[in-house]
């Protein structure tokens, strides 16, 4: 079984759709996150959800909307695509929010914006 | 805010070589975390360093904790083909934070 779920694994759409990213962990995990990795392979921190509730949320455009309905699933909703969202987003997992916990990384969403 | 810097963003080494990327950060950190991501994968943890001055061993990889808890390294010696990949320093203290990566290339 699959600790860290993303659906889809590719996404190719047009500039100015919207478009959903979905992730699920059976770990049992209290902590979400959402990373974004662009083509240089830096990693960044958008989002971090604990228990349903955001607590971390970095300098990313409003277009870009988590919901967590439940504490095993982070989604992530974006809004007018554009050509820069390009990246692999990541979502990872982890036992608490920050301190000494790994987090377990999904397979990623490599997103392409024409 | 807490930032993690890392070089080389790019090593290139004849197999057999040995391989080390630095990862430095401005501020005192609780604890350094280092993944390894495969080219087209993703990250995976590899170790969690928490101690000043700690030092621990994966088989040919070797992971230090500066004594001012602001500094760590991984090593690698005798590098092989299964070593490639973008290796990440990272801390989850506070704010979830990764330095820039170093890409590893091995020639066989």
């Known amino acids: 079984d699959t600790a860290v779920s993303q659906t889809p694994k590719y996404l190719v759409t047009q500039m100015g759709n919207d478009k959903s990213i979905k992730c699920e962990q059976n770990?049992?995990?209290?902590?979400m996150y959402w990373y974004k990795q662009d083509s240089k392979k830096f990693l960044k921190i958008m989002f971090s959800?604990?228990?349903?509730?955001?607590?971390i949320n970095e300098t990313v455009p409003n277009r870009f909307s988590p919901k967590s309905p439940d504490k095993a699933h982070l989604n992530l909703h974006i809004n007018s695509l554009e050509l820069g969202d390009s990246a692999v987003y990541f979502c990872?997992?982890?036992?608490?929010?920050?301190?000494?916990?790994?987090?377990?990384f999904g397979p990623g969403t490599r997103l392409t914006v024409l | 805010g807490q930032q993690v810097m890392q070089i080389p963003q790019y090593q290139h080494v004849q197999e057999g070589e040995d391989f080390t990327t630095y990862c430095n950060s401005s501020?005192?950190?609780?604890?350094i975390q280092w993944y390894k991501q495969r080219p087209g994968g993703h990250p995976v943890f590899l170790i969690q360093?928490?101690?000043?001055?700690e030092v621990k061993k994966q088989k040919r990889l070797t992971f230090q904790f500066g004594e001012a808890k602001k500094n760590s390294s991984l090593h690698i010696t005798a590098t092989q083909t299964t070593d490639v990949g973008t290796y990440f320093c990272?801390?989850?203290?506070?704010?979830?934070?990764f330095g820039d990566g170093t890409t590893l290339t091995v020639k066989p």
């Open positions: 990872a997992s982890s036992p608490l929010p920050g301190g000494r916990v790994e987090q377990f």
């Open positions: 770990l049992g995990h209290d902590t």
């Open positions: 959800y604990n228990n349903k509730e955001l607590i």
């Open positions: 501020t005192t950190l609780s604890n």
């Open positions: 360093l928490v101690k000043s001055g």
């Open positions: 990272g801390t989850n203290a506070g704010k979830s934070t």
